[in-house]
C-alpha cells in the first residue's frame, strides 16, 4: 500500500472531485472560445480512485452481481435528471455527467469523467470512453466507440461538439476533435494515425505531435481507401482504408440523417 492510499482523506477529497465530474462542474476537457483546453489533473484524480478502490460486491445478488471498484460504482438516476435510460443492460459509472434531455438505449456505456450534454443520444452499443466530451444533440449510432484516455494511455479525450452525427459502427479514437455539425458516416474510424482527405477543400488534416486529428466544421466524412504507391505493398496492389470528406453538409445531408422527434 503506497502513502496515498494510507492517506485518510485521500478518499473524502476524491468523492468530492468524482461528485463535481458527475454534476458537470468538473470536466477533462474545456472549451473557451475555438480552443480546448485538456484538464491533465482530472485523468490523474480519476486514477488516484482506481488507486484508492477496494474490490466490492455490486448488484441486487438476486440476478446480475459484479464485482469492482468501490470509488466507481453505477450512477442511480432519478425522474429529476431527465435523462432516459432505457431498461435492458446500460451501464452509466459514477464521475460520468449526463445531461438533462439524454436518452440512453441498452446496451450503452458511459465511462467515467465523460460529459455527455444536452439532447444527446447514445444509441445500443455504443461505448462513451472515459473523459470523452459529447456535446448537444450528438447522435452517437449504435455501435460507435468513442474512445477513452485510460485504456491505452492517452492524454487527450475525444471530444465531439454540438450536432454532430457519430453514423454506426464509426470508431473515434486518440484525441480525436470532431467539430460542431459534422457527420461521420457509418463505418468510418479516426484515430491519430488516419490522414483525413478532404476532397472539397483540396487538404489533408493529420494529427501533430501535440495537436489532434480534427474534422471540419460540418464535413460529412465517409470511410474509403487509398492505393499504397511503393513497396510490396503495391506490388500486390493493396490500397489502405482512409477517411475521406466527401462533402460538407447540406439540405441532403440532414434529411438523410434526421431523427424522429416523436422518439424523445
Ligand atoms: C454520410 C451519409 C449521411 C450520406 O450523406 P449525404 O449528404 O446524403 O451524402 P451523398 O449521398 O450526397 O454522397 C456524397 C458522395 O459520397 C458518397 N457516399 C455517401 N455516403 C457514403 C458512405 N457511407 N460510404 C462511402 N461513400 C459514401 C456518395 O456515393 C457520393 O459520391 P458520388 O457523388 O461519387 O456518388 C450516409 O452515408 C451515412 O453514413 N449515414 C449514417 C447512417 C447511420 O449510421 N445511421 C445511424 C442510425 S443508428
Redesign the pocket.
Known sequence: MGEVERNPEARSVFLQFRDELTQGKVRAAERTGKDWTVNVWVKQGILLGFRLGELTQMGDGATLSFVDKDTFPSRRFTIEDHVRVVPGGSSVRLGAYVASGVICMPPMFINVGAYVDEGTMV?SHALVGSCAQIGKRV?V??AAQIGGVLEPVNAAPVIIEDDV?V???CGVYEGTLVRSGA?L???TILTRSTPLYDLVRHQIYKAGETTPLEVPENA?V???SRAVKQGLAADWNLSLYTPVI??Y??E??DQ??ELEDWLR
Open positions: 444509441d447522435h449510432s449504435a452525427l453514423g454506426g459502427n457527420v458516416g457509418a463505418g460529412v465517409v470511410p474509403g466527401v462533402k453538409r447540406d441532403k445531408t438523410r440523417i
